[in-house]
Nanobody, 125 residues
């Protein structure tokens, strides 16, 4: 089983990026997906969660109104659309998949079944 996060890069303040989380060896539709980030010297932060449908999406305050999480089960992929990026969004971003029942708080505190390698997002001022 492998989750691969991609789509990070260098962007200016106010810019946008779309991160992808592609799963192999597992049907992502059977799992909740969470997006997390970890900045240098800081703890891992849970950002967004999506359950069985996009309508189940939940966001941390830092992501609310700027980030959108959604999934494409046909492509076995989940996404994090990030708009209005700020320098404080600079971090390594990770995706994770977890069995139900779960939620973003649980995944942040206790981990998840599968984690992808991170992708670096750098927002310049």
């Amino acid at each position: 089983v492998q989750l691969q996060a991609s789509g990070g890069g260098l962007v200016q303040t106010g810019g946008s990026l779309r991160l992808s989380c592609v799963a192999s060896g597992v049907a992502l539709e059977d799992y909740a997906v969470g997006w997390f980030r970890q900045a240098t010297g800081k703890e891992r932060e849970g950002l967004a969660y999506v359950g069985e449908s996009d309508e189940s999406a939940y966001y941390a305050e830092s992501a609310k109104g700027r980030f959108t999480v959604f999934r494409d089960n046909a492509k076995n992929t989940a996404y994090l659309q990030m708009n209005s990026l700020k320098p404080e969004d600079t971090a390594v971003y990770y995706c994770a998949a977890d069995s139900y029942p779960t939620n973003l708080v649980s995944m942040t505190r206790f981990g998840a079944d599968y984690w992808g390698k991170g992708t670096l997002v750098t927002v310049s001022s």
